[in-house]
């Protein structure tokens, strides 16, 4: 069976830091591309980050440049998005999702993650 999991949310202080993990079963996950995506209440699902599984090109939105990064180990069949300075405005429900190509948009994703909560408080 298909499987996503993330892991890695929590409540964090602005300017701290989490990790957090998408961990795949039932497929190779270096054979899709990974995108990260995150929703708050009352907004739009938007993408944060994904990493093709061609060259290993990573791609950020804007508002997490710098702060952000993706990475692969495909040893561990499992995905990573480290997150530094975090502030209020990134707190959302984060998903990972697999695809056929790397894209910030959510349509073409075949597969998706339960999320995991990330709360940034003071």
């Known amino acids: 069976q298909v499987q996503l999991v993330e892991s890695g949310g929590g409540l964090v202080q602005p300017g701290g830091s989490l990790r957090l993990s998408c961990a795949a079963s039932?497929?190779?996950?270096?054979?899709?591309?990974i995108g990260w995506f995150r929703q708050a209440p009352g907004k739009e699902r938007e993408g944060v980050s994904c990493?093709?599984?061609?060259?290993?090109?990573?791609y950020y939105a804007d508002s997490v440049k710098g702060r952000f990064t993706i990475s692969r180990d495909n040893a561990k069949n499992t995905v990573y998005l480290q997150m530094n300075s975090l502030k209020p405005e990134d707190t959302a429900v984060y998903y990972c999702?697999?695809?056929?190509?790397?894209?910030?948009?959510?349509?073409?994703?075949?597969?998706w993650g339960q999320g995991t909560q990330v709360t940034v408080s003071s």
């Open positions: 039932g497929f190779t996950l270096d054979d899709y591309a």
């Open positions: 999702a697999a695809a056929a190509i790397a894209t910030m948009h959510p349509g073409p994703y075949d597969y």
């Open positions: 990493i093709s599984s061609s060259d290993g090109s990573t």
